[in-house]
């Protein structure tokens, strides 16, 4: 780990080695023992390129064979059109001892095909060998080229080298504990001119999940949020950012100091509402943010927040239980609706005279032939259908002429 964070750059050396990402630091510390890689950086950085190394995974593919298993022999002619070893003129009198099973010639070799012969397995794990060779030179000259590296310091204080002010028999504990929240807004109203309200509804979040985690561990009754808020109950159940989440409702305890929780007139409570549905009219995702909302209900003010659902349950598993019960009902309860409305539906077509099953015509609903047309006043309708029949007469012979005419006749007509 500290090999790979020196490579690619940690707290107290951001940029570390130009051009090197996750992936190459991995590939080349796997090089390396774990006893020996911070020592190997150091050559390295000092410009020595060690003998060729080779990963654990790699080992097997990229090793030659030995002088016990034999020399590396020449590559031999191969057949272009199987692949195999041969000549083309001889496999196409006699079918190659690969291809014997296809028929008495070869068959095309199809695309990428790659020969399985001793000879080019081994010329493969050369060429692989070497390929392998080239990246780790050209990775050993990025590191040589880094001025002074490895940083020692940076080193030692990875390992912990005398810089720590307690020594191992120190009996240290961590222990967390509640933030000081006035202590916070005063720093931050001082130094970002913050408002002490903002800063407040800010950190609510925060301190609702510190709170429901201390609730769930050691439950009182007589906790507080904040000192302020008690748990009062959940709203629903919000999807944000694709997980459930429970909308809780906190109200203002009547004990507490400074109680802003208080009753209001109607006209405000409904003011004060609109405000808050056009903040939430946003239908950006983006936009949702962790800050409460102020929920206006029977003229008394609630803090809503969203809250994690196993959280909630561990803390308060009654009122969980109940709002659930609730939900339920609500749902059979809108079923029961929906059922009845589809009884009431069914029960009105069935008395209709045909049945909503079957298919109905189009010709129920649109007219299939024109009107007759209607005579003039003052005239005959025997004038006029005689009319009609001429005028019809009349277009068709129009159509016949003007099919029997050629163009040529026709463009001369136009310009004459």
């Known amino acids: 780990m500290i090999a790979i964070a020196l490579l690619v750059g940690n707290d107290h050396d951001l940029h570390g080695v130009h051009g090197f990402g996750v992936d190459t630091a991995i590939r080349f510390v796997k090089l390396f023992s774990e006893d020996e890689v911070l020592s190997r950086l150091s050559e390295v950085g000092s410009g020595v390129v060690p003998q060729l190394q080779e990963s654990s ?47 008495q010639n070869c068959i095309e070799k199809p695309a990428g095909f790659r020969c399985e012969c001793v000879a080019c397995d081994q010329a493969h794990k050369v060429k692989e060998l070497k390929k392998h060779e080239n990246w780790q030179i050209k990775v050993c000259e990025k590191i040589a080229l880094t001025k002074n590296f490895p940083n020692k310091k940076v080193i030692d204080i990875y390992l912990c080298n005398d810089l720590g002010s307690h020594s191992e028999n120190d009996d240290l504990s961590i222990r967390w504990d509640k933030p000081n929240v006035e202590s916070l807004v005063d720093f931050l109203a001082y ?7 903002y800063i407040r509804q800010r950190m609510l979040p925060m301190l609702s999940t510190i709170f429901l985690r201390e609730m769930a561990i050691n439950p009182k009754e007589a906790l507080l949020l904040h000192d302020q808020y008690e748990f009062h109950s959940i709203q629903r159940v919000k999807i944000r950012h694709g997980h459930p989440y429970y909308v809780v409702k906190w109200k203002r ?22 405000d808050s549905d056009e903040v939430g009219d946003s239908n950006d995702p983006l936009d949702e943010s962790d800050m409460p909302v102020i929920l206006v209900d029977d003229g008394c003010w609630y803090l809503l927040t969203d809250e994690n659902m196993e959280l909630v349950q561990a803390a308060f598993p009654k009122l969980v239980e109940k709002f659930l019960e609730e939900k339920r009902l609500k749902e059979s309860k809108s079923k029961q609706r929906k059922v009845s409305k589809n009884i009431v539906g069914a029960a009105d077509n069935s008395e209709s005279p045909q049945s909503s099953a ?24 025997e004038n006029s259908s005689c009319k009609k029949g001429q005028s019809t007469e009349k277009r068709k012979t129009n159509v016949d002429l003007d099919r029997r005419i050629p163009k040529s006749v026709k463009r001369r007509l136009l310009f004459d």
């Open 57 to 103: 995974e790699s080992s097997v593919e990229l090793r030659l064979p030995s002088s016990d298993e034999g020399l590396v022999s020449a590559r031999s002619s191969h057949c272009s059109q199987c692949g195999h070893p041969g000549s083309k003129r001889a496999h196409l009198k006699f079918a190659c001892e690969h291809c014997t099973g296809s028929g």
């Open 358 to 381: 079957s298919q109905l015509s189009i010709t129920q609903f649109y007219r299939t032939t024109k009107l007759a047309t209607q005579a003039k006043p003052g005239e005959d309708p």
């Open 253 to 274: 305890a009547s004990g507490s100091t400074d109680n802003v929780l208080h009753n209001i007139s109607n006209e405000q409570a409904e003011t004060e509402q609109s």
């Open 191 to 197: 130094h970002q001119n913050w408002k002490p309200s």
